[in-house]
């Protein structure tokens, strides 16, 4: 499908407590480690500042909550302006899954869609898209998938009329496409909040930084300085006052209490090696905080790390993270067998 082709879903634009202290001090985040694994040396990367060629993998799109419109939808409920991002990203919801239906339900009759653009002679026009043109451009399931994603926004609302200015990025098939900023007209109806108008702008160029990006970069980059012993890099990635969780339920470190630890470790050139999948990532209404869970392949088997990072004036840090080892349904009664609870 030519770019082209593609007019009527591109002008809509995805907006896209730590524990209590125990008085008992761990001796190791992790369990007895019979092989630890020393991989190559090589210098991590620094965490990606700028919008990247392509979208991270296994972050999905967040919202608040949802109004049920078809099955696998939660209502659409909470504050109006909770209502009215979660509006927004079905929209989107609907645009990946080429979901008429769901689409429909987030309109009103009349919504009109529009895009300023350049012509051959250097004018600016005014490009208008029906709804019945967007509805039909996305019915056709895509091999590759429109991807765009909200980076912030500014909201406005007025009784029952809103206004989201959005900088958004867009994303087809795993490739950064461009960038802009979507302004989305909304009224409140009966049945809960309806989009009303549409426009939106396109530029490759003044592009925001994705936060997703910048995240997964920072997690990447993390688990790398484990593996490679970089002690500055792996800690230099955490708050001061940044929280781990191991395995055991005595393992709370400190930042500081888990660097004294390490220390032996990453001297001794005897790191770990966790490989990240399936990273899923939410972000606060503000923006500067996101908490995260992703699986991880270590020695220990399929474990889950999950925590909080914050917005700091150096970037995003790690402010807690929190490891556990996965115990299948079926393995429960064996494992209680094991720890001696049965």
């Known amino acids: 499908m030519k770019l082209q082709s593609l007019f009527a879903i591109i002008c809509l634009s995805l907006f896209s407590g730590l ?17 630890p694994t020393t991989p190559a040396k090589t210098n991590p990367a620094p965490p990606k500042t700028t919008p990247p060629a392509t979208p991270v993998p296994s972050t999905p799109s967040t919202t608040p909550a ?14 109006d302006s909770e209502q009215i991002i979660a509006t927004i990203y079905r929209v989107f919801d609907a645009m990946r899954l080429s979901d008429t239906v769901l689409a429909r339900t987030l309109f009103a009759p009349n919504c009109r869609l529009f895009t300023p653009v350049t012509n051959a002679s250097g004018q600016t026009v005014l490009n208008e898209e029906s709804l019945s043109g967007f509805l039909k451009a996305i019915s056709t399931p895509r091999k590759e998938v429109l991807d765009e994603r909200i980076i912030k926004y500014k909201m406005d609302i007025d009784g ?9 990025n867009l994303y087809l098939g795993g490739k950064f496409i461009h960038c802009g900023i979507d302004v989305f007209h909304l009224y409140k109806s009966n049945q809960g909040w309806k989009i009303f108008e549409l426009a939106d702008t396109r530029r490759k160029t003044a592009c925001l930084a994705d936060p997703k990006e910048e995240i997964a970069s920072l997690l990447d980059y993390w688990h790398l300085a484990a593996a490679n012993t970089d002690a500055n890099a792996y800690f230099g990635a955490m708050t001061a006052d940044g929280v781990f969780l191991g395995t055991d339920a005595t393992e709370r470190w400190t930042r500081e209490e888990f660097r004294t630890w390490a220390k032996p470790q990453f001297d001794s050139k005897k790191g770990w090696n966790f490989k990240p999948s399936k990273r899923f990532i939410n972000f606060s ?4 905080t996101a908490w995260f869970d992703e699986e991880l ?3 220990m088997g399929t474990c889950r790390g999950s925590g909080v990072v914050v917005k700091t004036e150096n970037g995003w840090k790690i402010k807690q993270y929190n490891l556990t080892i996965l115990v299948p349904n079926e393995k429960v009664q064996e494992y209680l067998k094991v720890i001696g609870l049965k």
Do not use: H
């Open 19 to 35: 524990a209590t202290a125990q008085t008992q001090k761990p001796k190791n985040p992790f369990p007895t480690q019979q092989k």
């Open 285 to 288: 209404t503000d923006n500067n």
């Open 160 to 168: 029952p009329l809103a206004q989201v200015w959005a900088d958004y």
């Open 297 to 299: 392949a270590t020695w």
């Open 66 to 79: 949802q109004k049920e419109t078809q099955p696998g939808y939660l209502p659409i409920t909470g504050t």
